[in-house]
C-alpha cells in the first residue's frame, strides 16, 4: 500500500547519535552525581548498582490516547503537530520510549486506533521498537452507525440487545489483541444514574455481571481481564462500577484471570490509596495502575506532579509485595493522564521518570529496620524511615539508566532540542475533529 509506505519513510524521527551527543553536555556532571550518590547508599549497604539495574528493568505503558492534546467537557486547546491516527501515535510513543527507555509499550483503544490491517500495524510497532500493552474497549461513546445507544449504559444497560453489541464489542477488542501480541484486557464502563431512582443499583449490577462473564469466557488463557472502577463522571449520582471493593468483588466473582485495576484520579479525595493497593495484593487481586496525579476529582494530572509522597507510598507497597516473593506477582503499569497545558510527549516522558523514580526510591526503603520500628510502636521512626526513602534525590540513578539504554540524561532538553514537534507540525497539518479521549 502506498500510503504504508509514505508512513514508514521519510519521517523525523530523534536518532540515537543525536541523543548521544546532546548527552555529552551532562555526562561530567551526572557522572560527578552519581559517585556521591552511590558513597551515600554505601553507607546504608545499599549497592547503586543494583538500584540502576531495578531501574533499567522497569516498564510503564504509554496508552495511545495520550499523546494527543486532551480536553475537558468546556474545552479543548490542540497542539501543532498532533497525530492524526494509530501510526502517528506509535511515532509519538516510539519517541517518548527513545528518550526515557522504560515505555516499549502502547496501550491501544478500540475503535479509536482499529487497524485496517493488523499485519501492517504488527510490523510498523516493531520497527519502532515497540509492543502492545492492554487493549481497552470503548463502550461509553456512540460510534457512527452504531444501532443501539450507551446514553443509558452499556454491559449494564436495562436492555438486551445493547448490552450484547456491548458484549460484542469487547470480544473483538480480544481479537485484534490477540492479533497483535497484547495479554490483556481493560474493561471501563461509564454506566451509572444521573438520578435517584434512575436505575435499579441491583439489577444493574447483575446485568453487568452476566455481560462480564461473557468477556471473560473469551479471555484466553495466558491473558488477565482488568476492571477499571471510578466513583464518578459521566454519571454524577451513582456509577455501575464505583470503588475498589465493587470491583473486586466482580473480579473474584469472575474468576482467576480477573484483576482490579487502580487508576489513581477515579478514588474520592483523601482516600489511602497504598492502603487499597495492599488489599488487593493481598488478595490477589491487583492488576495493575492507571498512573496520573489528582487534586480535587479525576483531574487526570501528570503523574508525581501533586502528590510525589502518595505515589512513592503505592511504590512502598508495591516493593513491599515484590521483595516478599508474593507469588504472581506481576502488576500491569501503564499512564493515563490528559495533557490540557503541555506538550503531551513532555508530559509522558517527564512522567515515565517520576515513576520509576517511585519504584527507585521504594527500594531504598529498609525494611528490616521499619519491620522493627513497628514492632515497637514507634511511629516517628517508622515515618522517618520512609521520608529518608522519599527525599534521597535518585535523579543520578534515573538518569545513569536512562543513558546506559540508549536514552537522554535530560529527556525534555534534548526533545527539545531535536525540534521534533516543529517538523511534526509540517508533516502532520491540522485536521477538523480530531478528539482525545481520557479514561
Ligand atoms: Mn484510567
Redesign the pocket.
Known sequence: MVLTKNIMSTKFEISDDFIAEQNKKCEEFLAEDFEYLAKKLKRKNIEIEKIVGKAQNFQVAVPSWGVGTGGTRFARFPGVGEPRGVYEKLEDCATINKLVRSTSAVSLHIPWDKPESVDELNSFAKSKGLKFDAMNSNTFQDQLGQKHSYKFGSLSHADQDTRRQAIEHNIECIEIGRQIGSQALTV?VGDGSNFAGQTNFRRALENYLESMREIYAAIPADWRMFI?H?FYEPAFYSSVINDWGTSYICARELGEKAFC?V?L??HAPNVNIEQIVSRLIQFEKLGGF?F?DSKYGDDDLDAGSIKPFQLFLIFNELVDAELGGLPDFNPSYML?QSHNVTDPIESLATSAVEIVRAFVQAHLVDREKLTEAQRKGDAITALAILKEAFTTDVSAILAVARERGGGAIDPVAVYRASGYRAEKAKERPAQIGISAG??
Do not use: Q, R, V
Request: proline share 0%.
Open positions: 471501563w477499571e471510578k485495576l487508576d484520579g477515579h492507571h496520573n493515563d481520557i479514561i
